[in-house]
């Protein structure tokens, strides 16, 4: 039995609840939750299977997600919620004996501080439960844990460098857009940079190292260094890594507008007092954007996520390139959403079928190259996450 909670109702939770209904020979029993039930319902109905349950629940309460975990008995829980909510789902998690799997790191809300020590923290208590938790399965953090660990295994004896390069060459013909949680977004490129040199980690400004690399069937695009969640696993579970960097390409036009937010306050994650009430200006800015789930029908173009990687194979220095390019439109054809949502559900998906055939399944808190990545890659070619290699090659980098 494949009995599967997912928790969230936005792009990605969409995605992976269209991807996980495809799969019935995997999934049996779905159950969708979120703060707001009518997105859920609206998820149901697009995908057209009225057994696929669901639920309201807030996820800052512990005790609400028991109750549902409880009532509903799923073996596993697909948190697609917010990152400041991974606790208190883990918390209901080792409560009732459900197993794990998330997408992104756990944050706390008054600091955009990325690290995954409060969920490392959890490893004994998930393997004296007997209870797997399987962290970061999206793409980045996901998929690029799964190419480091894919190239570790078959390509290299020993990883020396690797580049995580992340490319959204669309366009939603939006003046300022967001493609995923504009809250949770802005935090994350506005942070101090930061990436792994010499056993060391080395802090610079945000967005002030940048360079034009070349992504495969887009051509180059000014690509700036920040940091990003899966260098922390990556260089622990690598540890022959003597540098590793994450990449991510931003058109002017967005950094003028993200300039701008910044200059005026409005990315702020203090309360302020306005009329008598305390407001988070972050999270109001985020009520009047444009909602990422909204952005598919018009959305060109297409993105590329890959690793770059250099090291030695019997004695000798090689590069190897592997990555996926995802098309927008073909992506909200199937399911509705952007291809910046279809990237991150469909290896959530993946993942959670990896738990359920039994191939990611041990009792404790995992970072998925911890796991094997073969079935893994076997299935993004399958569910539409297709993965090309390029051997040694100049690498840019």
């Not at 180059?220 to 260094?225: G, H, I, Q, R």
């Not at 909200?332 to 469909?346: A, D, I, N, R």
Request: net charge negative; aromatic share 12%.
């Amino acid at each position: 039995m494949g009995r599967v909670l997912v928790i969230g109702a936005g792009g990605v939770a969409t995605v992976a609840a269209v991807k996980i209904a495809k799969n019935t020979d995997v999934f049996t029993d779905i159950m969708i939750a979120s703060r707001t039930k009518s997105k859920c319902d609206k998820i149901v109905k697009a995908i057209g299977n009225p057994n696929i349950k669901t639920a309201q629940v807030d996820a800052d309460d512990v005790e609400q997600l028991k109750k549902l975990f409880n009532e509903f008995k799923p073996e596993l829980v697909v948190n697609l919620a917010l990152p400041y909510q991974d606790l208190t789902i883990m918390d209901a998690c080792l409560a009732c004996g459900v197993n794990y799997l998330d997408t992104a790191n756990y944050e706390p809300k008054d600091e955009a501080h990325f690290e995954y020590s409060w969920q490392w923290a959890y490893k004994k208590r998930f393997e004296d439960a007997g209870l797997t938790a399987i962290l970061g399965c999206g793409f980045d953090p996901g998929v690029s844990g799964i190419f480091t660990a894919y190239a570790a295994k078959h390509h290299f004896d020993e990883i020396q460098y690797l580049d995580i390069v992340d490319c959204n060459a669309g366009n939603h013909h939006k003046a300022f857009a967001t493609n995923f949680n504009p809250e949770i977004n802005i935090r994350e490129i506005t942070q101090k940079g930061r990436y792994f040199k010499d056993g060391k980690w080395v802090q610079t400004g945000a967005l002030e190292i940048h360079k034009d690399l070349t992504y495969p069937n887009i051509g180059p695009k000014d690509s700036y260094l920040m940091y990003h969640e899966e260098l922390e696993s990556l260089t622990k579970n690598f540890p022959t890594i003597k540098q590793a960097r994450f990449w991510m390409t931003f058109g002017q036009e967005y950094l003028t507008h993200l300039r701008v937010i910044q200059d005026i306050g409005m990315a702020r994650i203090d309360p302020v007092e306005y009329n008598g009430q305390q407001i988070i200006p972050l999270q109001f800015l985020k009520a009047v954007l444009p909602n990422p789930q909204d952005l598919g029908e018009n959305y060109e173009g297409e993105t590329s996520i890959g690793c770059r990687i250099r090291g030695i194979k019997d004695g000798k220095e090689h590069t190897y390139y592997v990555y996926n390019n995802c098309k927008h439109h073909e992506a909200y054809l199937e399911t509705g959403m952007q291809g910046v949502s279809y990237t991150t559900g469909v290896p959530a998906m993946i993942g959670a079928m990896m738990f359920f055939k039994g191939l990611w399944r041990k009792a404790g808190v995992w970072n998925v190259e911890d796991f094997d990545p073969d079935p893994f890659m076997e299935q993004l070619n399958k569910q539409g996450l297709p993965w090309h290699e390029e051997f040694d090659k100049n690498l840019e980098l």
